[in-house]
């Protein structure tokens, strides 16, 4: 069975102010954005009509683009109404969104600053990131090959494009080895995210997560953070390194796209789809549902 591409669909594109058909959403071969990767995104979902941490995202999308030095010709405000009215157009209920902000045509070269930046939302209906089946035993990561680069040779706390190349290779990579995603150190051999999710661990009752320094503190995973202090749980946000893993007992993702997904296996190590994992996923969708 074909898989539906992207640029062919029915639907339509909050593109710079407009509503644009969705096969007319489109930019030039020769763009600033797609060559030297001076792009910003957000990704968000929304449940029952409602998007979750609308304005975090909005803040975080304009936040990124000054981190590249885009100027953003929209405020935060302007941003979360035309989600909300790509969705209303679409009919979108619970469904996906992406933001996009990209440095246009006007200049190529290294130098951007004659570039105009574009905006555009797109929304469409898509279910779970990972299969349900794997979500509830728990999907299989392997260590990637790549590594976050260090905070000052690369902009980590933008959610820029460029960043997610070695998601890509490091994805690939594992795929082909059979695992769903990959595990990814960073500069220092630190354990710190999955391709696109961050990665929490549990042992004795206690939840663990790598220190986001060079990798982005995820909406997503500030609100497990947070969810898990007001159920009394001790959140330890702390250098973990890879000979640590055998002495957890759970593991999970987090992220808009993955939600909070179990880990039932790194490389050779397997963990459990234990109470805390399911507490905290339970949590987390009674949250985002609004129940």
Known sequence: MALLSFDDRDGTIWMNGEMVPWREAKTHVICHGLHYANCVFEGERAYNGKIFKSKEHAERLLASAEILGMPFPYSVEEIMAAKDAVMEENGVVDGYLRPV??????????????????????????????????????????????????????????????????????????????????LMLDYRGQVAEA??????????????????????????????????????????????????LPTFEECFLTGTAAEVTAVGKIDDLSFTVGPLTKQLRGTYEKLVRGE
């Open 101 to 182: 902000a990209w440095r246009g045509s006007e200049q190529m070269g290294i130098s951007a600053k004659q570039t105009t930046t574009h905006v555009a939302i797109a929304c469409w209906e898509w279910p779970s990131y990972f299969d349900p089946e794997k979500r509830e035993k728990g999907i299989t990561l392997k260590t990637s090959p790549w590594r976050k680069p260090a905070p000052d040779t690369a902009p980590s706390k933008s959610k820029a494009a460029g960043l997610y190349m070695i998601g890509t290779l490091s994805k690939h990579t594992v795929e082909d080895a059979g695992y769903d995603d990959a």
């Open 195 to 244: 391709t696109g999710a961050n990665i929490f661990f549990v042992k004795g009752g206690e939840l663990y997560t790598p220190v986001p320094d060079c990798f982005l503190d995820g909406i997503t995973r500030r609100t497990v953070i947070a969810l898990a202090k007001d159920a009394g749980i001790t959140v330890k946000e702390t250098k973990i390194f890879p000979e640590d």
